[in-house]
């Protein structure tokens, strides 16, 4: 995003956590004149506003009831915008075993959160002319593995239309214990694809997918497993293995506002990291970069959106 006076951001998931902070760090930017905040709850919306307002001594934040797990009310909330914006950062997501539900357009929990519904976000947008300059999509360093949280990366036999479409219903842990971690995985894997596609298609914008990388302080953790949280809120930040949620925050908001950071790309930590300096990933991760993955992701989640 340019720094030009005048802007205006929209944040999904944004009445706590990572999406709060973001909102908090752009509003103190003297470029950013209008945020809106995508929210599936609205009492709790009215609330982050009321807080961000103190917080930041400016009154530039407005309220869009959004559940980007239902595709109907990502439309309403389209309509709810006024005029176009020049960044849109695709915060929200969701993971723990009740992700694997399937919603009411027959994907999982985890995908439609993660991706489907800022598909349709995005790409309802593009299509109207509404977006001006930049889409950040939050990524996750679980797009590659993370060993040290005994999560699998993604790894697919062919990375076809089809296979990756059996990621997006379920159906891919067909006759086994479906693995939630692995479908997040999976997820930010496909909708760090669809981000290249799109990079492809507009090169007039700026698409780029970035992971907060190991945050304290957000409520990712609060749907896992007992012991899972524990390692998230206090074994992790004691071993030096994650940073503070202004830290993580200020990613996406670099993803944003920092030019140099490439369309297409997938910026996180380094190599077996889960925080520290970010960097592009495509050097560990080629696949990526690979044109006809990203077409067949594209592919995989149209198949989704009536």
């Known amino acids: 995003m340019s720094a ?86 695709m915060n929200a997501g969701v993971i723990g075993p009740q992700s694997m539900e399937l919603t009411a357009d027959g994907v999982t929990t985890v995908f439609a959160t993660s991706v489907l519904g800022h598909v349709v976000l995005l790409e309802g947008l593009l299509a109207e002319g509404r977006l001006g300059e930049v889409a950040v999509f939050a990524g996750s360093e679980a797009i590659r593995g993370v060993p040290k949280l005994r999560m699998k990366g993604p790894s697919f036999v062919s990375t076809s239309t089809d296979e990756l479409a059996t990621v997006i219903d379920g159906s891919y842990f067909a006759g086994g214990k479906p693995d939630f971690n692995l479908a997040f995985g999976q997820a930010k894997y496909i909708g760090a694809l669809w981000m290249g596609y799109l990079a492809r298609r507009h090169p007039d914008h700026r698409f780029v997918t970035v992971s907060p990388g190991n945050t304290t302080g957000t409520q990712a953790a609060s749907d896992l497993p007992l012991p899972m949280r524990i390692a998230a809120k206090y074994v992790m930040p004691a071993l030096g293995l ?27 930590s380094a190599a077996n990291k889960l925080n520290g300096p970010m960097v592009n990933q495509t050097d560990f991760l080629p696949n990526l970069a690979n044109p006809s993955f990203q077409d067949h992701a594209d592919e995989a989640i149209h198949r989704f959106i009536s």
């Open 4 to 89: 030009l006076q005048g802007k205006t951001v929209l944040i999904t998931g944004a009445n706590a956590g990572l999406g709060k902070e973001v909102a908090r760090q752009l509003a103190l930017r003297p470029e950013t004149a209008r945020i809106y905040l995508a929210c599936r709850n609205k009492d709790r919306a009215i609330a982050a506003k009321a807080e961000l307002e103190v917080a930041t001594g400016r009154r530039i934040f407005d309220v869009v009831i959004m559940d980007v797990a239902d595709l109907g009310s990502v439309r309403v909330g389209i309509e709810a915008i006024d005029g176009s914006i020049d960044a849109l950062v």
């Open 242 to 268: 994650a940073h503070k949620l202004d830290v993580g925050a200020k990613r996406l908001v670099d993803g944003v506002t920092d030019p140099a950071l490439s369309s297409g790309a997938f910026y996180a």
